[in-house]
T-cell receptor
Framework: AQSVSQHNHHVILSEAASLELGCNYS??????LFWYVQYPGQHLQLLLK??????LVKGIKGFEAEFIKSKFSFNLRKPSVQWSDTAEYFC?????????????FGQGTTLQVKP | KAGVTQTPRYLIKTRGQQVTLSCSPI?????VSWYQQTPGQGLQFLFE???????NKGNFPGRFSGRQFSNSRSEMNVSTLELGDSALYLC??????????????FGPGTRLTVL
């Protein structure tokens, strides 16, 4: 069965520190990859997505992610975090051959940014 | 444009009862997916409806069911509630026609508490 693993469950950073959140998936075929964010009291919203092409994708609010096919990874990065980045971050995949509306989520990473 | 709306926002039920949750997608979206979010299991896919047909189903017991109407609004029903059904139930809508590349837009969720 397909699964998504996020290595860090809880990350605490100071403002201006760099961020990298790990995400690995288990599926041998083509996948569509997503990072979603859930700010306190708000809906889940899309940060960025990758389907094909340039493995380095840029999203909203200065986030980027790199797809490394050989490592089945899709890590999220931000060079300098802000207090407003405090949120829960979810990596997710969809296999495009079927299950088009079935997002498989990782367990999530809670990011706390100290001012 | 208006976002995904879910009603009710909060619900308290007792074991053995049944409950119906409603989701109104973004106008023009034909796919509605439902997810259960709990602290222990994270975000888990329940099912997806597209043009009034169930297109995908997750690994939940038959007590969990859903349907979609011709206007794309969707309902999910949980019968014979158990304590473990306490969760945040999220619905997400998308166009559903791009082989898993569509962004899913999430609603605020319905918080179900089973006593």
């Amino acid at each position: 069965a397909q699964s998504v693993s996020q290595h860090n469950h809880h990350v605490i950073l100071s403002e201006a520190a760099s961020l990298e959140l790990g995400c690995n998936y288990s599926y041998g075929g083509t996948v569509n990859l997503f990072w979603y964010v859930q700010y306190p009291g708000q809906h889940l919203q899309l940060l960025l997505k990758y389907f094909s092409g340039d493995p380095l994708v840029k999203g909203i609010k200065g986030f980027e992610a790199e797809f490394i096919k050989s490592k089945f990874s899709f890590n999220l990065r931000k060079p300098s975090v802000q207090w407003s980045d405090t949120a829960e971050y979810f990596c997710a995949v969809i296999t495009p051959s079927s299950n088009t509306g079935k997002l498989i989520f990782g367990q999530g990473t809670t990011l706390q940014v100290k001012p | 444009k208006a976002g995904v709306t879910q009603t009710p926002r909060y619900l308290i039920k007792t074991r053995g009862q049944q409950v119906t949750l409603s989701c109104s997608p973004i106008s023009g979206h034909r796919s509605v997916s439902w997810y259960q979010q709990t602290p222990g299991q994270g975000l888990q896919f329940l099912f997806e409806y597209f043009s009034e047909t169930q297109r995908n189903k997750g690994n939940f017991p038959g007590r969990f069911s859903g349907r979609q109407f011709s206007n794309s609004r969707s309902e999910m029903n949980v019968s014979t509630l158990e304590l473990g059904d306490s969760a945040l139930y999220l619905c997400a809508s998308s166009f559903g026609t791009s082989g898993g590349r569509d962004e899913q837009f999430f609603g605020p969720g319905t918080r179900l508490t089973v006593l």
